[in-house]
């Protein structure tokens, strides 16, 4: 799947159990400046909300995101019963281990809720990282205990019991509290040794925001606070996860190095390069000097409908060429146009059919009709000009020319 300049794959790795954990990398159609890991929050998926806008936003800023299913957890493999915060700190690091191995180790690492505690705790296991963010983070493991309080006492004497949580049934087992009361995330903190930005909302209803100031108060500069007024625990307000997308993509930013010159140098002036990005059937990369620009097919005939079709790219060079070239012959013989425009399409057409065509037969051609938009205070002279220069464009003169296509395989 692509959006605009973000593809998101689906992957699987091993999580720290043996179990398949289901994963996707969002990541840039373009150069990647560092690569980042994403941890959810306590019984929710890679796929909620905050998870895929946090994700897209910072691909979008050339930072590929891997977001995964804890063990147990969304599509991953795994009995959710058998898992704890420390196998959940290990599933980190086994995503971490994974992006290593397969492509660069993660630079940032991003836990929202019990998952910002796993980041914390995994920090120090992931040299290569250099900045850590948490969102709607407790200071604490133990403090997810608190959403199944009054089960705590029925665990500790049976052994296990099933609990409700966000309206679903989960099996906790008296090794999952043991794990998190022997947790302590403090010296973590405090020797994290990585930039730190925290994320909480003052009127958190699920982790209070004392957390969030136990959590900056341990840590050591460079850290940051961010308010989120009166955003809930899951960011389920669009606004509030683009918020916190957007600033965490510019903060992150600051802590990376900038993208290797050699992959943003312009190119050759008049070289035009098409390559597929590998989403979707037809998506293309066309980079042209310093721009870029995506080249799709229409979902009628199997494309995204991502970007221009390439007769699309065509009649935007022909209209495009055209209302230039009216312009600088306006401005040249000081003609008052204020504002000029070029509308086009095209077609195939039997040549019979085509009265203003040169050609003859009853042979299909290609037919390329062209409205003129052209305002201002003028005469009808002038008007009738501009009409005339249009015909002249470089790009037009082009298509009515003999034009041959060389093709050559590159060595």
């Known amino acids: 799947m692509a959006t605009g300049s973000v593809r998101s794959e689906k992957i699987t790795f091993t999580g720290s159990l043996g179990d398949t954990l289901a994963a996707r990398l969002d990541r840039p159609v373009g150069p990647i400046r560092a690569y980042a890991l994403f941890a959810h929050c306590f019984t929710c998926s890679k796929d909620i ?10 691909a979008e800023r050339g930072i590929a995101v891997l977001r995964f299913d804890f063990t147990g957890l969304g599509m991953s493999e795994g009995d959710f019963a058998n898992t704890n915060f420390s196998s959940n700190v290990a599933d980190l690091v086994a995503a971490a281990d994974y992006l290593r191995t397969e492509h660069e180790a993660p630079r940032v690492l991003v836990g929202h809720s019990l998952g910002g505690a796993a980041v914390l705790a995994a920090a120090s296991e992931v040299p290569e990282a250099v900045a850590v963010a948490t969102i709607g983070a407790p200071s604490t493991a133990h403090h997810v205990a608190d959403s199944f309080a009054n089960d705590i006492e029925t665990i500790e004497r049976d052994g296990e019991a ?3 949580l966000a309206g679903r049934p989960f099996k906790i087992k008296k090794q999952f509290l043991e794990d998190i009361a022997e947790t302590t995330l403090k010296d973590k903190i405090a020797t994290l040794k990585k930039a730190l930005i925290v994320f909480h909302a003052p009127l958190d209803a699920q982790v209070s925001v004392d957390n969030a100031a136990d959590i900056f108060t341990a840590a050591k500069h460079p850290k940051s606070f961010v308010s989120l007024d009166d955003a809930d ?3 389920t307000r669009k606004e509030d996860a683009i918020y916190v997308a957007d600033v965490l993509s510019a903060w992150a930013s600051r802590y990376l190095p900038e993208t290797d010159a050699a992959d943003l140098l312009p190119l050759e002036k008049g070289k035009v390069t098409v390559e597929e990005t590998g ?5 293309h990369l066309v980079r042209i000097g310093n721009h870029e620009i995506f080249a799709d097919e229409p979902k009628k005939v199997g494309g995204d409908d991502t970007g221009l079709a390439p007769y699309d790219l065509l009649l935007a060079g022909l209209g495009a060429c055209t209302s230039m070239t009216m312009r600088l012959y306006a401005a040249r013989k000081g003609i008052n146009a204020t504002k000029l ?4 399409s095209h077609d195939k057409v039997h040549a019979d059919d085509c009265e203003e065509c040169a050609a003859e037969g009853n042979q299909k051609i290609d037919v390329m009709y062209r409205e003129l ?3 201002g205070d003028m005469s009808d002279e002038e008007r009738a000009k501009l009409v005339e220069i249009a015909n002249k464009c470089p790009v037009h003169r082009t298509l009515e020319s003999d034009i041959e296509v060389v093709t050559r395989l590159k060595a």
């Open 373 to 375: 938009s052209i305002e």
């Open 279 to 283: 989403a979707g059937k037809f998506q």
């Open 162 to 164: 099933e609990v409700t």
């Open 233 to 235: 625990h899951l960011l």
């Open 49 to 58: 909300f905050a998870a895929s806008r946090i994700a897209g936003a910072l």
């Open 341 to 344: 425009g070029v509308t086009l």
